[in-house]
């Protein structure tokens, strides 16, 4: 049961970082296609692919201590 735990919370954390990388990428594209050299742009990038890197770190982590793979 446990290990089913640690599988889930991995899918999950595996989903979250997705979802920031994918948004990540779109901000970039908005940024280069627009031309706009606006830190707050790059600062949101920057922030959504850190957000999505630490799921994906504690997903692996959840499934490592939990489900032992």
Do not use: D, K, P, Q
């Not at 889930?8 to 970039?28: H, K, P, Q, R």
């Amino acid at each position: 049961m446990i290990a089913r735990l640690g599988m889930v919370l991995y899918w999950v954390g595996l989903a979250i970082a997705s979802l920031c990388e994918i948004a990540a990428i779109a901000v970039f594209v908005i940024v280069i296609t627009n031309n706009h050299a606006a830190s707050e742009a790059w600062m949101l990038a920057a922030f959504f692919a850190i957000i999505g890197g630490l799921a994906w770190l504690v997903g692996r982590a959840a499934r490592y201590v939990l489900a032992g793979t």
